[in-house]
T-cell receptor, first 115, second 114 residues
Framework: DTAVSQTPKYLVTQMGNDKSIKCEQN?????MYWYKQDSKKFLKIMFS???????INETVPNRFSPKSPDKAHLNLHINSLELGDSAVYFC??????????????FGDGTRLSIL | AQSVTQPDIHITVSEGASLELRCNYS??????LFWYVQSPGQGLQLLLK??????LVQGIKGFEAEFKRSQSSFNLRKPSVHWSDAAEYFC????????????FGTGTQLKVEL
């Protein structure tokens, strides 16, 4: 029943490790996003994919690599994790086209803690 | 610089009191405007949106917002706050010509006193 689901909900790991976060949406949307929310609750877009194609790529270290195997999934892989990567990562989705009519639906977030 | 600003980091209101959360934007043209709410441990839920037309928009959970072009503002209001409204509230914009790229304000944390 969940519209946008992310796994895992919590991820605790050590510096230098590689980890992945998975996201799936069952809304039939064409566009998916990754956002990062820092410790001060500030939200910033990282990536956006439309029908498996990258359309937004903010200034994100290339240790972060999104992968979209199909339009219902957008996974985030992070190499060589650093302390500053500790944050909550949100996946979202929307229908393509005019954003006025297609608001973004968010998952519940993945809280990543780097030890 | 182009931005969206929420001047109040924290607001505390008593249950049953009215609420107004402020949001200002700075863009050459009117962006698309949104308010989202984030309950603890949850994702963001859309409360309402504005892009044109009637400047007073109604949203879910009894919230409304008024767009004022002259003040570059899109303030969120609720006539009577419930304890369950305690959450973080984010104003967000899609800048003119910005595609689907949501830019968020820094958020306002609402506490409700019983």
């Amino acid at each position: 029943d969940t519209a946008v689901s992310q796994t895992p909900k919590y991820l605790v790991t050590q510096m230098g490790n590689d980890k992945s976060i998975k996201c799936e949406q069952n809304l039939g949307h064409d566009t998916m996003y990754w956002y990062k929310q820092d410790s001060k609750k500030f939200l910033k877009i990282m990536f956006s994919y439309n029908n498996k194609e990258l359309i937004i790529n903010e200034t994100v270290p290339n240790r972060f690599s999104p992968k979209s195997p199909d339009k219902a999934h957008l996974n985030l892989h992070i190499n060589s994790l650093e302390l500053g990567d500790s944050a909550v990562y949100f996946c979202a989705s929307s229908q393509a086209g005019d954003p006025r009519g297609q608001p973004q639906h968010f998952g519940d977030g993945t809280r990543l803690s780097i030890l | 610089a182009q931005s969206v600003t929420q001047p109040d980091i924290h607001i505390t209101v008593s249950e049953g009191a009215s609420l107004e959360l402020r949001c200002n934007y700075s863009y050459g043209a009117t962006p698309y405007l949104f308010w989202y709410v984030q309950s603890p441990g949850q994702g963001l839920q859309l409360l309402l949106k504005y892009f044109s037309g009637d400047t007073l928009v109604q949203g879910i959970k009894g919230f409304e917002a008024e767009f004022k072009r002259s003040q570059s503002s899109f303030n969120l209001r609720k006539p009577s706050v419930h304890w369950s409204d305690a959450a973080e509230y984010f104003c967000a914009v899609v800048p003119p010509g910005g595609g689907n790229k949501l830019t968020f304000g820094t958020g306002t944390q609402l506490k409700v006193e019983l």
